[in-house]
Antibody, heavy 120, light 106 residues
Framework: EVQLVESGGGLVQPGRSLKLSCAAS????????MAWVRQAPTKGLEWVAS????????YYRDSVKGRFTISRDNAKSSLYLQMDSLRSEDTATYYC?????????????WGQGVMVTVSS | DIQMTQSPASLSASLGETVTIECRAS??????LAWYQQKPGKSPQLLIY???SLHTGVPSRFSGSGSGTQYSLKINSLQSEDVASYFC????????FGAGTKLELK
């Protein structure tokens, strides 16, 4: 059974940093592209970033480019999202997801999500 | 970015009824379209990919259709466990989602 468990969320002040982690199990982690998708409170879904099988290629939405860094450790079956210079508009639940094949694809499995609140 | 316009924003239907949700893309997305179900307090779950392919374990009362810029999700014989929000997502370009449809029981 595919399991994705996010951690690292919380309350952070604007301009500060936070690092999210996602522990994966139940599948061969290194065979999958991975992504982060977020959902602001009572809002819709928004793709944030994706990463290739070996971490060699990364992709970001424009609003987080230069502030967020997606990375992975295949030996630990783990995905990460380093979030710097956080803004109030980054407040959301962040979901770790598998991506079917490539950066431009659908998200076939989702974690339970982790809440990030950016507020002074 | 490809914009996804989803309708209706909310929907009320009776048990056993057939429900249809629409999604329109701002340009041709060549069947690069997925549908997700999100129950209250839960994470989204994939229902349909490639516009009309059912994901593993999804009941056959769910179906997807469409082409070009127009796509739809149909739920036959509505069940109580189908109460949820539904989102479309295009992946012809970098992923973008529709705003969602909240489905309630009448």
């Amino acid at each position: 059974e595919v399991q994705l468990v996010e951690s690292g969320g919380g309350l952070v002040q604007p301009g500060r940093s936070l690092k999210l982690s996602c522990a994966a199990s139940g599948f061969t982690f290194s065979d999958y592209y991975m992504a982060w998708v977020r959902q602001a409170p009572t809002k819709g879904l928004e793709w944030v970033a994706s990463i290739s099988y070996d971490g060699g290629s990364t992709y970001y939405r424009d609003s987080v480019k230069g502030r967020f860094t997606i990375s992975r450790d295949n030996a630990k079956s783990s995905l990460y999202l380093q979030m710097d210079s956080l803004r109030s508009e980054d407040t959301a639940t962040y979901y770790c997801t598998t991506v079917w094949v490539a950066a431009r694809d659908y998200f076939d499995y989702w974690g339970q999500g982790v809440m990030v609140t950016v507020s002074s | 970015d490809i914009q996804m316009t989803q309708s209706p924003a909310s929907l009320s239907a009776s048990l056993g009824e057939t429900v249809t949700i629409e999604c329109r893309a701002s340009e041709d997305i060549y069947n690069g379209l997925a549908w997700y179900q999100q129950k209250p307090g839960k994470s989204p779950q994939l229902l349909i990919y490639n516009a009309n392919s059912l994901h593993t374990g999804v009941p056959s009362r769910f179906s997807g259709s469409g082409s070009g810029t127009q796509y739809s999700l149909k739920i036959n014989s509505l069940q109580s466990e189908d109460v949820a929000s539904y989102f479309c997502q295009q992946y012809y370009d970098y992923p973008t989602f529709g705003a969602g449809t909240k489905l309630e029981l009448k």
